[in-house]
């Protein structure tokens, strides 16, 4: 059992049953209760709530860029740590009812990442795309409906799911398109990243930080030297904006090591004195391999 009485067993993530999240989840837990939720807030909120002991939630794609929403809200949710990392293929069917045809489609209905990740088919086959919350949640409504001319973008996980023909296969632009997820728990429930498989907790160290350069010239390059210097990998930087003010931005980082170890704790040591602020979002193992859609 995980503090609070909540079983190790439940976790938490955005969308429906047949959703590439939840793929990731049963990946990433294996065995464990999935629990849905509508949105990527209330995702946090479970976890924030003791409500689940874990999460996973997708914070970049190959193709359509990092999910803006979740970045925000483990900045605002600071109990959330990410404690683990995966990378899944997403492989994009064109999912219709029974009796549909794929010259027959008008519109495809998807997550807007999804959208975006299968554009260049669409365009294509003259096929209007329409946003939904969820790719498996997409594949419920376009099933319910039993509309011929709208389809779904989704896994052929929701096909099985849902009871949705497949009417076109990998229709995503580029092949090689891969997203990133977290598996998130609550600060200190070290136990819960155990239940990771330990095929994918066998990479070197990563850490994940968000923070907020100093409003002085030249303070972004400073906040980086640190890690030239030290000869220190960095896998990402991206900037957000901090809304706390117009034109305000942090700054995400990714890099190679451990923050409590040398170099990498001598690096944010010399990072602090020209930020505002340093917030770690959590050092867990690299992906070292892009896991297969079932």
């Not at 209007?128 to 790719?135: G, I, K």
């Amino acid at each position: 059992m995980a503090h609070g009485g909540v079983p190790l067993s439940q976790v938490a993530y955005q969308g429906l049953a047949g959703a590439f999240s939840e793929a990731a989840a049963a990946a990433l837990f294996p065995g464990a209760a999935l629990i849905p939720r509508r949105t990527f807030a209330e995702v946090f909120a479970a976890l924030e709530a003791d409500e689940v002991s874990a999460a996973v939630v997708p914070v970049e794609n190959t193709h359509a860029g990092s999910v803006a929403d979740v970045y925000d809200l483990l900045r605002h949710h600071e109990r959330a740590k990410v404690i683990g990392e995966l990378i899944l293929r997403v492989r994009h069917s064109l999912l219709g009812v029974t009796g549909a045809r794929l010259e027959g489609v008008r519109i495809a209905r998807s997550h807007p990442q999804a959208l975006a990740q299968v554009e260049e088919f669409l365009s294509t086959h003259a096929i209007r795309p329409d946003v939904a919350f969820d790719t498996a949640g997409a594949a419920a409504e376009v099933a319910a409906a039993a509309d011929p001319e709208v389809a779904a973008v989704a896994s052929r996980r929701a096909a099985a799911r849902y009871g949705l023909d497949i009417l076109a296969e990998s229709i995503e632009t580029s092949r090689d398109n891969f997203t990133r997820f977290f598996a998130l728990a609550r600060d200190g429930d070290a136990r819960v990243a155990e239940q990771i498989p330990a095929s994918l907790r066998k990479g070197s160290l990563k850490t994940s930080l968000v923070y907020k350069a100093a409003n002085l010239p030249g303070s972004l390059v400073r906040s980086l030297q640190p890690f030239a210097t030290a000869w220190i990998q960095l896998s990402k930087i991206e900037s957000r904006p901090s809304r706390a003010a117009p034109w305000d931005y942090v700054f995400y980082l990714d890099f190679e090591g451990d923050p409590n170890k040398w170099p990498a704790r001598e690096a944010l040591a010399l990072m602090r004195t020209c930020c505002e602020w340093i917030q770690q979002l959590g050092t867990y193992p690299a992906a070292t391999e892009v896991l297969e859609p079932d």
